[in-house]
Nanobody, 125 residues
């Protein structure tokens, strides 16, 4: 059973930084894609960053240049380093895993079988 557990959220002032972590357990797939999503109040959930086992990377325009997604395979952990945070980054953040997919194949949210419970990030002006 695959489990994803996020940590590292919280409250920060505009311009500040946070580093989200997502510990993955039970994943036995050699090829997979992992991503960070977020859902802001009153908005739909959106994918903001993704990486795969073949070196694929993708960022939403809204976070490009400010956020960095990376993983530590030795720790089975996915990270999202968030810099220059803005009030509009306030949202619930989720990590997710799509087994067998690559970034270039552009999977939709329905292709992500496993999700974390979500963690709140609040940015004040």
């Amino acid at each position: 059973q695959v489990r994803l557990i996020e940590s590292g959220g919280g409250s920060v002032q505009s311009g500040g930084s946070l580093n989200l972590s997502c510990v993955v357990s039970g994943n036995a797939y050699k090829q997979y894609l992992m991503a960070w999503f977020r859902r802001a109040p009153g908005k739909e959930r959106e994918e903001i960053a993704a990486l795969d086992t073949h070196g694929g990377l993708k960022y939403a325009d809204s976070v490009k240049g400010r956020f960095t997604i990376f993983e530590d395979n030795a720790k089975n952990t996915l990270y999202l380093q968030m810099n220059s945070l803005k009030p509009e980054d306030t949202a619930m953040y989720y990590c997710a895993l799509a087994q067998g997919w690559l970034v270039r194949e552009m999977p939709t949210q329905q292709h992500f079988e496993y999700w974390g419970q979500g963690i709140q990030v609040t940015v004040s002006s």
